[in-house]
């Protein structure tokens, strides 16, 4: 199993940035993208079922992020627009056997981070 996470950066605040993460040797899992703010723990921001293509995401990013994925590709995206100051973080993506996983610990598998900076 590998998850191959991409596509962060460092941009103004109001800009927009689309990660992505590669899956490979998955079959049946849900797809999470969580964070990681500087000094902070890691948080759930938003999940899709590989299958149906049905998202949850956590209310702070709803009207700005999309989850989506690509089942060709095995790729899963992270569309983020109006990016804001506080949502500077080193972002994960990660795969559960949980049917739009929010927590941690029902995620099995990890990508390595990707840094998104946002500047005010």
């Known amino acids: 199993v590998q998850l191959q996470a991409f596509g962060g950066g460092l941009v103004h605040s109001g800009a927009s940035l689309r990660l992505s993460c590669a899956a490979s040797g998955l079959s049946n899992y849900d797809m999470g993208w969580f964070r990681r703010p500087p000094g902070k723990e890691r948080e759930f921001v938003a999940a899709i079922n590989w299958s149906t293509g049905n998202t949850y995401c956590t209310d702070s990013v709803k009207g700005r992020f999309t989850i989506s994925r690509d089942n060709a590709k095995r790729t899963v995206h992270l569309q983020m627009n109006s990016l804001k100051p506080e949502d500077t973080a080193v972002y994960y993506c990660?795969?559960?056997?949980?049917?739009?996983?929010?927590?941690?610990?029902?995620?099995?598998?990890w990508g390595q981070g990707t840094q998104v900076t946002v500047s005010s």
């Open positions: 990660a795969a559960s056997q949980v049917y739009l996983a929010t927590m941690t610990s029902q995620y099995s598998y």
